[in-house]
Every structure is written in structure tokens, then in C-alpha cells.
């Protein structure tokens, strides 16, 4: 295809510069938002008298039609073409002839893409946070059947203190209720027409800027024409977002990738969301889990790609800046991927519920509340934490737990000690008393879930 600015130029670019320099092969998918910020523009250039109306309803339907013929596969996007931008104004000026030559006027590629850019990331980062919501919303319904499913909490991956699956689930409740909330900041900043910047330094057409801007639903044109086409940092914030969207569901899929070993077995995975090994027929592997465990990383790249990119470069427009698109688009298709993978996988798990039981009865996750025990008879903290220590190591040597250890052993340690004892000290005990607000009692964990069903209200479905 002639190029556009052959005009200066006395010989036709090399095969290999063109197929360096084209992005269509990864800009092609922006088609729908660069034809709509074309209509703005041109019905803003008539309005505003800079083209004839005549011209402006010719580009209108010219351009909506090649929409349509996208859609539909009628028209395909030529691979050789320089990017969409091109692509779309050179097939508009082939059907409608010279005013096709007019919608360029007062705009230069420079502010095209970057409103494309900012047009397709708002789409996606609403497909993004309805995915996030409805992860939210499984793990709610798994929390509310598992708020008295007594599992041991960790801390160095050791047996800490008991909690339930419930209080587990619903910390990434918060985690994810907290992204989702990024996501919708990072789309209201973002939310700024650039169009009017053109190349950088604006123009001496008597453009309207404001009338774009509320044409493509933005809150307003950006204030600065330079700022307008240089800068990228809305694609950086959303990558970020992504990137701890990625970093929530990598932590995640690693306690299922733990949880569905046979040294824990707290859950089971649905064979549909599970494969197998080519060797070893007993297998039944958390491949998903590890998936997205990798794909963190990649997005994590990303967002390292789009830093980078920008860190060096002078205003206002350079073309490393097209690197922008690979990077932001990769981590926006991963993240779908994951979110649409990994909900149905949890919410299709068997949980080991007795399995999770017989692990919290065992590692003294309730060593703590046998030194709160003596507390409450009077004891300094400190003076209860050792003599609980010690009763530790003598169940450890002996082989028994602390609800095993007979009463005259723990007198032994400390005549404080009464049969009342073994009560305080039971998982059920020690789950029940505590009450603290966030903390794992059914009861703090209910009023945890209302909260968060509260949260989610006004969020996208
Ligand atoms: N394909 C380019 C990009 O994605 C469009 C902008 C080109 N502008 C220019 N002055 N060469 O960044």
C-alpha cells in the first residue's frame, strides 16, 4: 500500500522497515475505538465548520460501514498496512474518495492512538472488574457454607493458629474488593480526551475540544497538548493493577497447589479443571494453578516493559511508544484468561473438610490460648508463654498433643491448671472466642461477609 506521507520520500520504504515498523498486527484489534474516535472527530470538525456537513455524513456512514464489514469478516485487515489508523483512512478515502482525505484534519496519529488506547483500556477494564466480581461472589458463597470449617492458619508456612476456610477464602475477598477498586481509580484517571493535541503542539483550526471529549464520554479534554501525546502512564497504572490482580491469584493458586497435595488434601480439585501425566498414571496435577503462578510473572514484565519504555524518552511522541500496545494488551488477555479459569476451578473444589480438621488438631495451633488460658487465671503473659512452651516439648517427646497430655502433667508445669483446662483449649474453644472484629469467630466472619456484600454493590456484574 502507498503510504500517506510518500510525498517527501523518493523511493518506496523496504519490505523489511515496513514489516518492522507495522502494529497493526497487534493495533488491528483497536479498530472499533479508533472508527469511533474518528466519527467524534469529523462530526466535530462539521460543527465546528472546519468541513462541510456533506463531507462529515460521508465519512460518518463510510466509516460505520467499514465497522460493520470488520465485524462481519467482509473486509479484512490488510497485514502490510502500517497500523489501523492507516488502515482505516485509506480503505474510508478508497469508498468515499476525497472527503475521506478531510478527516485527517486537525489530528494527527499521535493523538488518534493515544485516544484509542485510552478508549479500548476503558472497555477492558470493565470486562476486567466484572470477571474480578464474580470471583468475588464465589468465594462470598464458599465462605458462607465453610464458616465453621475449622482449617490451622500458618505463618512460615507452619501451624499458627486456627481459622476457618471461611476466613481464609474472605481474605482474598478483601484483596480482590481492594483491586477492583484500583481498577475503577485507575479508569477515572485515565478517563481525559487527548484528541485536539494532534502531533504535539495543538492547532490554529478552531477546533472544539470539549465537544470530543463529551462525545467519547470523557470527563474532559487533557489540559496540556504535550502531555496529551507523550505520556503513557495510564497504560503503567492499569498494567499495576493488573500486576497485583495477577500477584492476588499467583498467591492463591499456590495454597491450592499446596492444598491439593496428598501431604495436606484439604481439597480436591474437579477433574474438569485437573489434568493428568503423559508417565505416571496416578496423577492428577494442579496445571491451571501453576499456569497462572507463571503468567504473573509475565504480566509482571509488562508492567516492567511499559516502565521501561518510558523512562528514557524526550516529549513528546517517540515511536518506542508503540511498544506500549504489546505490553498492555498481553497483560489485560492474561488476566481475563486466569479470572475466567480460575473462578469455575474454585468454585467446582470438594473440600476435605475432616482432613483440614485432623491437620488443625495437630502442630499445638492452640498453644497460644493454653497461655491465654493461664492469663485468665492470673499469670503475666510472658510466665504463661513459657510453661506453655514447656508442656509443648513434653507432648512433643512424649508423642501427644495438648489435648492428650493428662491433667497431673500440666499441674506439674503449673498448679494454675484445673480440668477447665481441655475446654479452653479445644479447636472449637479457641476458634469461637475469637471475637475480635476480623477475626475468625463464624460470628466476626458473618459480620465480615455483609460487609463486603455491602462492598460490592455498585460494582459492574
Ligand atoms: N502505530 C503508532 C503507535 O502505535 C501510531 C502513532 C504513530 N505516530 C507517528 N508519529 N509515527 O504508536
Redesign the pocket.
Known amino acids: 500500500m502507498a503510504k500517506m506521507w510518500a510525498g517527501r520520500f523518493s523511493k518506496e520504504v523496504d519490505e523489511t522497515v515496513n514489516a518492522f515498523n507495522s502494529?497493526i498486527a497487534f493495533?488491528g484489534r483497536m479498530y472499533a475505538q479508533d472508527i469511533r474516535g474518528s466519527i467524534a472527530h469529523a462530526t466535530m470538525l462539521a460543527k465546528c465548520g472546519i468541513i462541510s456537513q456533506e463531507d462529515c455524513d460521508k465519512i460518518l456512514s463510510g466509516l460505520k460501514n467499514i465497522c460493520a464489514d470488520i465485524e462481519s469478516g467482509a473486509l479484512e485487515l490488510d497485514p502490510t498496512a502500517e497500523?489501523i489508523?492507516m488502515f482505516v483512512e485509506a480503505e474510508l478515502t478508497k469508498r468515499i474518495g476525497d472527503a475521506g482525505k478531510r478527516l485527517h484534519t486537525s489530528r494527527s496519529?499521535?493523538d488518534q492512538?493515544a485516544v484509542d488506547v485510552r478508549l479500548t483500556l476503558r472497555d477492558e477494564i470493565k470486562e476486567i472488574e466484572t470477571l474480578t466480581v464474580s470471583l468475588v461472589k464465589t468465594l462470598i458463597r464458599l465462605a458462607e457454607d465453610h464458616t465453621r470449617t475449622i482449617m490451622p492458619g500458618y505463618t512460615h508456612l507452619q501451624r499458627a493458629q486456627p481459622v476457618t476456610l471461611a476466613h481464609h477464602l474472605m481474605a482474598y475477598v478483601w484483596m480482590l474488593l481492594r483491586d477492583i477498586d484500583r481498577l475503577r481509580d485507575t479508569a477515572k484517571r485515565m478517563n481525559y480526551c487527548p484528541l485536539g493535541a494532534c502531533a504535539l503542539a495543538g492547532t490554529t483550526y478552531p477546533i472544539d475540544r470539549k465537544m470530543t471529549a463529551s462525545l467519547l464520554d470523557f470527563d474532559a479534554p487533557v489540559p496540556n497538548s504535550l502531555d496529551a501525546v507523550s505520556d503513557r502512564d495510564f497504560c503503567v497504572e492499569l498494567a499495576n493493577t493488573i500486576s497485583l490482580i495477577m500477584v492476588h491469584l499467583s498467591r492463591f493458586s499456590e495454597e491450592v497447589i499446596l492444598w491439593c497435595s496428598w501431604e495436606f488434601k484439604f481439597i480436591e480439585l474437579d477433574d474438569a479443571y485437573a489434568t493428568g501425566s503423559s508417565i505416571m498414571p496416578q496423577k492428577k496435577n494442579p496445571d491451571v494453578t501453576e499456569l497462572i503462578r507463571g503468567k504473573t510473572g509475565r504480566v509482571i514484565g509488562d508492567l516492567t516493559t511499559l516502565l521501561t519504555m518510558l523512562k528514557g524518552i524526550p516529549l513528546a511522541?517517540n515511536?518506542d511508544?508503540?511498544e506500549d500496545?504489546e505490553a498492555i494488551f498481553d497483560a489485560i488477555d492474561q488476566v481475563k484468561l486466569c479470572l475466567r479459569t480460575f473462578d469455575p476451578m474454585i468454585a467446582t473444589m470438594r473440600v476435605n473438610k475432616e482432613n483440614m480438621r485432623a491437620a488443625a488438631a495437630k502442630g499445638f495451633i492452640n498453644a497460644t490460648d493454653c497461655a491465654d488460658y493461664l492469663v485468665k487465671k492470673g499469670l503475666p503473659f510472658r510466665d504463661a508463654y513459657k510453661i506453655t512452651g514447656t508442656l509443648v516439648a513434653r507432648c512433643i517427646s512424649e508423642g501427644q498433643t495438648l489435648e492428650t497430655l493428662p491433667l497431673d502433667a500440666y499441674r506439674e508445669a503449673c498448679d494454675a491448671f484445673a480440668e477447665d483446662v481441655y475446654e479452653a483449649i479445644s479447636l472449637e474453644t479457641c476458634l469461637s472466642g475469637r471475637i475480635s472484629e476480623g477475626g475468625p469467630s463464624p460470628d466476626a466472619v458473618a459480620q465480615q461477609i455483609a460487609l463486603a456484600k455491602d462492598a460490592l454493590k455498585g460494582f459492574l456484574a
Do not use: A, E, I, L
Open positions: 502494529s493495533d497500523d489508523h496519529r499521535n492512538v511522541y515511536k511508544m508503540q500496545k
